[in-house]
């Protein structure tokens, strides 16, 4: 560590060098292969791993385009992989602005506001973040088919009652967001306090500005956990056109018809610009996501 | 939100000026709801009514009085946390002790006109129709029998007139026109002048129809075959004949503890619940061992003063994290496919190897296993890298001159310092993974099948991919097993999640002790 021989740490770095490259040949080999995949023809094609004749046909029919082949044949697309992205874009922005505003208001309650039984409110919120919305799956196709008789718009196969499910997120981000105010320094608060301000502007014109990174993070990761989620779409939502992109995107690798090229496409299609969003946020989301989680 | 709605009024409390108005909003949105449950209450569904009575009183006394200033803001996260989660979860165990299922989905009153909407078709009668529109109304043409109908207003309400010869009409409803006035339809009765009483018998027929069932007492239907009288049991939730023979479709009933009598003692269920149940909390601490020792590993690498190229290293290392968890899942079945994946192509061109990767079930398990490491383990090396530059340096280097080797330093200095505040995070990984029905469903589904269960159950199945099997797929919607199921869940994420509150408080208390 302090005195090392010019030999010995030579050797080391050798193998340090050697173990990532290995590791990363492993980690990134599906990234290579769903690339060459996509380019690949037909769906079924084995043999090169390097595509022969590479054709843009699974391209085309994942943005929605008809492929005409050499031969004259036309090949129409088999899902509309643009629509189930519009529907997971617009479930994901729609259901992550209300976990925002109501986990915001929430961890400011949390953190600053004096009411009895705070302390036991904390606790039952720790504990019931621990239970996954996924395992009340029963109880939520129950629900909904019951609400669907009083208004369909709020039934089974309805995007209002997917956005009313993804609301229950909140419980993890009121302790991530929490964990951010309870960092602030109560000077602030009590400066505004001796200039007259209510509860209320201390939120509004204090705590809120200074929150905004931490909300960013909280947007984008409930975002995320909206777009990746299956089970509760899957039970949801039973027409084609009303699919999020993780319940239409499993209809590719179906026993009976198995298009593994045009997923390829579809998949990075769908998958690039969530990751670089990610990547992106990746920085602030760490730093969120262990503050949010230690500071109890 | 409210709140938000109250007042522009930029300096000054809102409603502290203009109390009045805050009242008047309170009063009118808390009216709406009330309204809403009274609604709700009169369409049968008094549950969601009573909810939505509590949400409006909880609203209109924390907005209305003034010394519940503080409860405001508390007051939207906890009925968003009560409503949107307690009630579910408390509805799921309510559902473990009923028999909801496809045999008994519906409501007693549902039940009983389903039975009794029931009936069979004469066929000498059966004869196709037309609409004929009549001024405000319309009348029914029958051109077979070349019979027209009085006037009717087809609005969805039982109407009964009589038909009489005549000409067809100049004008008919094209049969799209017709199939739209379907409800009007299904409640509409002629009567022929040789008193035969025709209904609608299908899209685009009418015919002499003679219910099955008739109801001719409270809880009393009579067949009308064979004058056979069935008795509602409210224990099973069926119309059942005096020989107790039950009669389809049912209602939902509570049934007690039968559903965790079939989990305990039937042997068809018991015995594949208690393989899956192994193998859950298999999976789940491989899974985190696995995330843990693999993010670890590229953690304590990447912070090695020699290294160059962190930067990149930890870009492309993060990947798997930064793709949504449904493609990458996606790609891997296909890449694991048995026939035309490429993973066996390499292995059989290099080791003459084809693995059965989806009906074996080691290796379905082996497969998962490494499919989850690899989703997880780039969280678990960010947040190892975070806690490592929290271990103080001096420490290692008085080691390191006491000639303690680096792997001796590393596990007698830093892992006992990092280990702490970690658990928490380990605990609530465990739980996650518990839980992790996304990587299930999407890769295998649970499968292959154990063979010789009364009840689908795979061998890659975690508890919660079983219940999730038995409630939306292939084995008859068994919502009320299924319930019971999530319940024994419920008990172990509890038990887990207070192990993690306890560690997380240690974790607090040592570093304020610090």
Redesign the interface.
């Known amino acids: ?2 005195v090392e021989r010019p030999r010995d ?1 030579r050797i ?2 050798i193998a ?2 050697g ?2 490259l290995g ?2 040949v492993l ?2 080999f ?2 290579f ?2 690339v060459s ?1 996509s380019f690949r023809e037909g769906n ?1 094609a ?1 043999g090169a ?1 390097w595509p022969e004749n590479p054709t843009l046909e699974h391209w085309y029919l994942a943005f929605g385009l008809d492929y005409t082949r050499a031969d004259g044949t036309v090949v129409s697309p088999p899902y509309p992989v643009l629509l189930w992205m519009w529907n997971s874009i617009k479930i994901g922005l729609i259901a992550s602005a209300g976990v925002l ?3 915001t ?2 961890a ?3 953190s600053r ?3 009895r039984g ?1 302390q036991g ?1 904390l ?1 039952g ?4 973040q ?14 909904f088919d ?2 669907g ?2 208004s369909p718009t709020l039934g089974i196969n309805s995007h209002a009652a997917l956005i ?2 993804y ?2 997120q ?2 993890l981000h ?1 302790w991530t967001i929490k964990g951010y105010f309870d960092s602030v320094d109560t000077a602030l608060d009590k400066a505004a306090e001796i200039d007259g301000a ?4 201390t ?1 509004r014109y204090i705590f809120l500005p200074l929150a905004v990174p931490i909300m960013a993070v909280v947007f984008v990761l409930s975002f ?1 956990g909206v ?5 509760i779409a ?2 949801l939502i039973r027409s084609e056109d009303k699919m999020t ?2 319940v239409g ?2 209809l ?2 179906n026993e009976f018809k ?1 298009l ?1 090229g045009d ?2 496409a579809a ?1 990075i299609l ?2 690039l610009p ?2 670089v969003v ?2 992106i946020a ?1 920085r602030y989301l ?2 969120g ?2 503050d949010g ?4 | ?1 409210t ?1 938000a709605d109250a007042g522009p009024a930029p ?1 000054e ?2 409603g ?1 000026r203009r109390p009045w108005a805050r009242l008047a909003v309170v009063a009118v949105i808390g009216l709406a709801m009330l309204y809403g449950a009274f609604f ?1 209450y009169q ?1 049968a ?1 008094p549950l ?1 009514g009573a909810i939505l009575l509590a949400v409006a009183t909880g609203f209109v006394v924390i907005f209305g009085a003034n010394r519940f ?3 405001r ?2 007051f ?3 009925a ?2 009560l409503v ?6 408390a ?2 165990i309510w ?1 473990g002790f009923t028999n ?1 299922s496809s045999f008994n989905l519906l409501s007693y009153e549902r039940t009983i006109e389903v039975l009794t909407s029931r009936g069979t078709v004469d066929p000498a009668t059966e004869q196709p129709f037309a609409v004929a529109p009549d001024g405000d109304g319309y009348r029914i043409w029958l051109p077979e029998s070349e019979l027209l109908s009085e006037p009717v207003t087809l609005a969805a309400e039982e109407e009964a007139v009589t038909l009489a010869p005549g000409t067809a009409p100049l004008e008919l409803l094209s049969p799209r026109d017709a199939i739209k006035l379907r409800a009007g339809l299904q409640s509409l009765t002629l009567t022929t002048p040789d008193e035969i009483d025709l209904r609608n018998a299908g899209l685009r027929t009418f015919a002499s129809v003679t219910p099955d069932y008739v109801r001719t007492g409270e809880s009393e239907l009579t067949r009308s075959a064979d004058g056979l009288k069935l008795t509602a049991n409210h224990e099973t939730g069926f119309f059942e004949t005096p020989e107790g023979e039950a009669v389809p479709p049912g209602w939902r009933v509570a049934v007690g503890f039968d559903n965790f009598e079939r989990i305990l003692e039937s042997k068809g269920v018991r015995g594949p619940m208690l393989s899956i149940f192994a193998w859950t909390f298999a999976f789940a601490a491989l899974s985190v061992l696995g995330v843990f020792t693999v993010g670890l590993t ?1 953690a304590v ?1 990447l912070q ?1 003063e ?2 160059r190229f962190k930067t990149l ?1 930890r ?14 899942i ?6 694991f ?1 048995q026939n ?1 994946g ?1 993973i066996n ?2 292995l059989e061109a290099l080791f003459g190897l084809r693995p059965d990767w989806f009906t074996d079930g080691n290796l379905a398990r082996v497969m998962i296993l490494f499919v989850n490491i ?1 989703l997880g383990y780039p ?1 678990m090396m ?2 190892a890298m ?2 490592l530059q929290a271990v103080p340096q001096d420490h ?2 008085a080691a ?2 006491e000639g303690a080797s ?1 792997l001796r ?1 590393f596990f007698t200095i830093t892992l006992p310092q990092i280990i702490p ?1 970690f658990l ?2 380990l605990i ?1 990984a465990f ?2 993974n518990f ?1 992790n ?2 990587l299930i ?2 890769l295998t589904r649970g499968g292959p099948d154990i063979p010789g269960t009364v009840i689908p159950a795979g061998e890659t199945d975690i508890l ?1 991919s079983f ?2 099997r038995l ?2 797929q292939d084995s008859g919607q068994q ?1 009320g097993l ?2 019971a199921i ?1 319940l024994l ?2 008990l172990v ?2 038990a ?3 192990a ?2 306890v560690a ?2 240690r ?2 208390q040592k570093r304020s002790g610090r």
Not at chain 1, 198 to 201: D, Y
Not at chain 2, 330 to 335: A, E, I, K, M, T
């Open positions: 560590m302090i740490l080391k770095k340090a060098h173990f990532m590791f990363l980690i990134l599906p990234f292969m769903i995949i079924f084995t791993l505003a109501l986990s208001i929430s400011y309650a949390f506001i004096r009411i705070k409110m606790d919120l720790f504990l019931i621990m239970f996954p919305t996924t395992l009340a799956l029963v109880a939520i196709f129950a629900i019951a609400l008789e009083v009313l499910v609301l229950s909140i419980t009121i209510t509860p209320w502007q939120f995320i777009i990746n989620d299956y089970p899957s039970v992109l993780a995107s499993r590719y690798l198995y593994w997923f390829a998949a769908s998958g969530i990751t990610f990547l990746q760490v730093s996501l262990s989680a230690v500071k109890g | 939100m709140i300096l409390s809102p502290a709700l369409i569904q969601f200033y503080g409860a803001f508390i939207p996260g906890v968003a946390v949107f989660i307690a009630f579910p979860v509805y799921t559902l909801y590229l690498i090695w020699h290294l290293y870009i492309l290392l993060i990947l798997p994290y930064a793709v949504p968890g449904f493609i990458s996606l790609v891997f079945r296909g890449l496919n035309f490429e192509m390499i690899w969280y960010l947040l975070g806690f290692k280097k390191a001159l680096s330093v505040p928490p995070l609530a739980a996650f839980n029905l996304v469903l999407l919660a219940t999730y409630a939306f919502f299924a319930g999530t869940i419920f994420v509890a887990i999640s207070y993690n509150f997380m408080r974790a607090a």
